[in-house]
T-cell receptor, first 114, second 112 residues
Framework: KAGVTQTPRYLIKTRGQQVTLSCSPI?????VSWYQQTPGQGLQFLFE???????NKGNFPGRFSGRQFSNSRSEMNVSTLELGDSALYLC?????????????FGPGTRLTVL | AQSVTQLDSHVSVSEGTPVLLRCNYS??????LFWYVQHPNKGLQLLLK??????LVKGINGFEAEFKKSETSFHLTKPSAHMSDAAEYFC??????????FGAGTTVTVRA
């Protein structure tokens, strides 16, 4: 069974631009979560989607948004990019939202903002 | 809200010796606890999880962790370190709000 895939793997943008990252979960998984990883802040939860609905949200500004499609694939969008948005963005999928289910992580998208 | 503290930011061991990575958590309810490993330029891989069954949890690659409620700890151990264990390890708690909270990570170095 294929794992979680994320595209693109690397991205370079300039301040003020916007970016869209994509995540395809493991087949059969209906929950997708997004995380930001930086050397200074570590791993921080962005949001979780289940059945095309946002179920949970972290403490990030409104510039960060996401959505989930009927096939469970998810996209994350960051508008008006700032230098501090440079990070590794990780997507994780699980069978369902909530509960003790473990999450399976993709390899991440490395975003660099110049 | 839940939180996780990994007590060591860096652990260095010799190949073939035991590894101990320490994790304390706080949670209002009975938490689900996980250990993940991240090798350079890779995503996170699940090592093991605790979900209120047996307190001693066995994971992949010879790792195990013991849940101690009285000490609010979930330390990760491996009897004999291998060079391939060099990586960053994250202790993670999922609390009653179902959000994952990550520790700051412990970097493991294995000396030949």
């Amino acid at each position: 069974k294929a794992g979680v895939t994320q595209t693109p793997r690397y991205l370079i943008k300039t301040r003020g631009q916007q970016v869209t990252l994509s995540c395809s979960p493991i087949s059969g998984h209906r929950s997708v979560s997004w995380y930001q990883q930086t050397p200074g802040q570590g791993l921080q939860f962005l949001f979780e989607y289940f059945s095309e609905t946002q179920r949970n949200k972290g403490n990030f500004p409104g510039r960060f948004s996401g959505r989930q499609f009927s096939n469970s694939r998810s996209e994350m969008n960051v508008s008006t990019l700032e230098l501090g948005d440079s990070a590794l963005y990780l997507c994780a999928s699980s069978l369902v939202a909530g509960g003790p289910n473990e999450q399976f992580f993709g390899p991440g998208t490395r975003l660099t903002v110049l | 809200a839940q939180s996780v503290t990994q007590l060591d930011s860096h652990v260095s061991v010799s190949e073939g010796t035991p590894v101990l990575l320490r994790c304390n958590y706080s949670s209002s309810y009975s938490p689900s606890l996980f250990w993940y490993v991240q090798h350079p330029n890779k995503g996170l891989q699940l090592l093991l999880k605790y979900t209120s069954a047996a307190t001693l949890v066995k994971g992949i690659n010879g790792f195990e962790a013991e849940f101690k409620k009285s000490e609010t700890s979930f330390h990760l151990t491996k009897p004999s370190a291998h060079m391939s264990d060099a990586a960053e390890y994250f202790c993670v708690v999922k609390g009653d709000d179902y959000k994952l909270s990550f520790g700051a990570g412990t970097t493991v170095t294995v000396r030949a």
